[in-house]
């Protein structure tokens, strides 16, 4: 099963206050501070690049932080730059369950080419570190959340 794909428009509405989605930015930290999508968004790395050596290599809390803060019905839509992560993200996602996963085209490139408002907000809830800790402490998904 793949994600179905939606364009960076789809994607705008789905994540505006009237919309139900989150868009889930899966590069790296550095990435999505320096811009992401504006709307219901959060940062949830699919992999970390070492800052040295550039050598990747998968984050294995991906999948413990998405279950500690999505219920596996919830609408996800992921994203990432128009590279091969958001494609593995999704299929990470859909393997663990989650039914209701799109993936935007284009990748942030392509929401900037659409002329959609691009911030660097970074707050708790939003944050890598914010969601990975209590996904951490708590040490499986939690069923309240989402």
């Known amino acids: 099963m793949t994600a179905p794909i ?13 919309g139900r989605a989150t868009y889930v930015d899966v590069r790296t930290v550095a990435e999505f501070v320096a811009g992401h ?7 949830v ?7 040295k050596t550039g050598a990747s290599h998968a984050n294995a809390s991906f999948v413990l932080v998405m279950t500690h803060h999505f219920a596996l019905d919830a609408p996800l839509v992921v994203g990432a730059d128009e ?6 993200a999704a299929a990470a996602l859909l393997a663990a369950g989650y039914v209701d996963v799109r993936l935007m085209s284009a990748g942030l490139p ?6 959609l408002p691009v911030t660097g907000y970074n707050a708790d ?6 969601l990975l800790t209590p996904a951490k402490r708590a040490g499986a998904p939690a069923t309240e959340h989402g």
């Not at 999508?37 to 940062?43: I, M």
């Not at 590279?83 to 593995?88: F, K, T």
């Not at 809830?125 to 914010?130: K, P, Q, T």
């Open 6 to 18: 939606v364009t960076p428009l789809e994607v705008s509405l789905a994540i505006a206050d009237e």
């Open 37 to 43: 999508p504006r709307g219901r968004a959060v940062n």
């Open 45 to 51: 790395p699919i992999e970390f690049h070492h800052p």
């Open 83 to 88: 590279g091969p992560r958001a494609s593995a």
């Open 110 to 115: 392509g929401w900037r080419a659409a002329g």
């Open 125 to 130: 809830g939003v944050s890598y570190v914010s």
